[in-house]
């Protein structure tokens, strides 16, 4: 099956994002995903197939999962319920009806296991963001509490880690206390509903945003393979590299190709295609508990 690379709805998304596109419907949005891939920064040619698909469904899945928590965006996952206009086979399962919220300009991003820049910051320096840690821990270890290690929002760019200091002074003190308490909440209920099902959530970012009548809503797309990292527990062993359930198979590769990660992107061989679905689709299936084909 093709990867979805491009949605062709005649109404033009008011934000197009490396992997997915935002339609402005007045006081609703419509959020869909593509199979784009990104990595390093760059969008490759080759998508991923069901890729859009995986996200939007595991995004729906922690939505209705975490409702108790906090209320989210969503109005509807059911292309019955969309404009006439996206009521067709591309948006089908890869598109969520959303309520428009002001975006709180913080990604939240919560650490349980010592891994990609937090294990490099950890290695020169003994602590993650500022957070210190007991002295020789592992690559993969688990963290002895999860931390809470906020970014900017960049629009272009890197975002930029920032201290909670750093994060009450741009949002207000209460606002980003509120954050980061539901951040480190859903991050514990969804680490326990994954380890259930044999998978550990090394770390992984929400994203908030605001009504019109000032009630905090999680938003964007919540615990999947691309905001997340998923780690088997059958093959977890710290002090390496863990597999992983997302596009880290793809920048293993570019990393053992030696690409010095600037123009031109190279072509994606047609295997690691194949397998780096298989990864998402996995990741589907085991924390639904579906198949998605």
Known sequence: MRAVTQL???????KQGKVRALYDLGDRLLLAATDRLSAFDHIFAEGIPHKGRV?????????EKTAGQIPNHLLSADIQDF????????????????????????????????????????QKTGTICGHKLPEKLRQGDRLPEPLFTPSTKAEQG???????????DLIGRELGAKIQGKSLELYTLAAAEAL?????????????????AGELLLIDEVLTPDSS????????????????????????????????????????????????????????QRLTGRKLL
């Open 8 to 14: 062709t709805a005649r109404i033009q998304p008011f």
């Open 55 to 63: 996200l939007t469904g595991i995004s729906r899945f922690w939505f």
């Open 83 to 122: 404009p006439p206009e996206f009521q067709t086979g591309e948006f089908a399962g890869r598109a969520l009806l959303v309520k428009k919220t002001e975006v709180v300009p913080i990604e939240c991003i919560v650490r349980g296991y010592i891994e990609g820049s937090g294990w490099k910051d950890y």
């Open 158 to 168: 890197h975002d930029e880690n920032i201290s909670v200091a750093r994060m009450s």
């Open 196 to 212: 259930n099902k044999g998978l550990i959530i090394a770390d992984t970012k929400f994203e908030f945003g605001l009504t019109a």
């Open 229 to 284: 990292r998923f780690w088997d527990v059958k093959l977890y062993r710290p002090g390496c590299s863990q597999q992983s359930f997302d596009k880290q198979f793809v920048r293993d590769y570019l990393e053992s190709i030696h690409w010095n990660k600037e123009p031109p992107v190279p072509a994606l061989p047609a295997a690691i295609v194949r397998k780096t679905s298989a990864k998402y689709l996995e990741a589907y």
